[in-house]
């Protein structure tokens, strides 16, 4: 998919994981930033993210279309909604972390 070509070209990007703190326990994209969406912690603290692209990613893809929308509408340029979330991350075989 579009992130798993990113990250292999070695792009300076940047992975937002919007799931909960119990989600993320299980594994993460290496190097992912964890701003949880349903808590508010993306809504409070977005500011402090970096510039440059944007993945938002979720567990399946219920919360990222959301998360992403938001933060376009905050000023983020080049945000991109990872569609099928972890589940289809880990489902692709592709390599996870923990936190």
Known sequence: GELSDATGAGARLTVVDVRE?????SGVIEGALL???SSGVLRA???ALPGGPLYVICASGGRSPGAA???V?????CVHNVVGGMNGWRGAGYPTVTP
């Open 21 to 25: 703190p119990s989600e993320t326990a």
């Open 35 to 37: 701003y949880p969406w």
């Open 45 to 47: 603290e977005h500011g």
């Open 69 to 71: 929308a938001f933060l």
């Open 73 to 77: 509408e905050n000023g983020h340029v």
